[in-house]
């Protein structure tokens, strides 16, 4: 799953606009992460302060 530190998240909105499963959407300032995630790693290496994180479960 994709997670989101939303006291590192600048709010640049580079994420929504990588991700191809449109899954991040920006309300408000606020990160908003769907399970519509297919882990690619997109927004995580398009991210320019580190604030999206891919964890494996298990
Ligand atoms: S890992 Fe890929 S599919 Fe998941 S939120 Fe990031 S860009 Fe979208
Ligand atoms: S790319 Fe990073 S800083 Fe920019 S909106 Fe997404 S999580 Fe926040």
């Not at 997670?3 to 929504?16: E, S």
């Not at 920006?26 to 790693?41: F, H, K, P, T, V």
């Amino acid at each position: 799953m994709i997670t989101v530190d939303r006291h590192k998240c600048g709010h640049c909105g580079a994420c929504v606009g990588v991700c191809p499963a449109n899954a991040i959407e920006l309300i408000n300032r606020w990160i908003e992460l769907s399970d519509e995630c297919i882990e690619c790693g997109a927004c995580a290496k398009v991210c320019p302060v580190g604030a999206l994180e891919i964890l494996n479960e298990g």
